[in-house]
């Protein structure tokens, strides 16, 4: 089973940037849609971005023009530039690979916009 370890939240002013970062343990991303999703509280996770084995990128409309996902084949990563952040894109960042039935989350990352 892979494993997904996230970095790179924290706390950001509104307007700000932050990059996450999604580590595979090993190489997946030929078989696997590579998603972002975020969850607050009480409410669904929901799709940020993901990025086909092909490369298609797409995204919530939500963060379009302003989020950005990417992949090093050669690090096994997959990254999330967010900039413009907003107070509404407060919440836990969470990495899936995904392929067919096979899912796998990682752990999550906490992102807090606020002044």
């Known amino acids: 089973q892979v494993q997904l370890v996230e970095s790179g939240g924290g706390l950001v002013q509104p307007g700000g940037s932050l990059r996450l970062s999604c580590a595979a343990s090993r190489s997946i991303f030929n078989t696997n849609v590579m998603g972002w999703y975020r969850q607050n509280p009480g409410k669904q996770r929901e799709l940020v971005a993901r990025?086909?084995?092909?490369?298609?990128?797409n995204y919530a409309d939500s963060v379009k023009g302003r989020f950005t996902i990417s992949r090093d084949n050669a690090k096994n990563t997959v990254y999330l530039q967010m900039n413009s952040l907003k107070p509404e894109d407060t919440a836990v960042y969470y990495c899936?690979?995904?392929?067919?039935?096979?899912?796998?989350w990682g752990q999550g990352t906490q992102v807090t916009v606020s002044s």
């Open positions: 990025i086909s084995p092909g490369g298609t990128t």
């Open positions: 899936n690979a995904n392929r067919g039935l096979i899912t796998t």
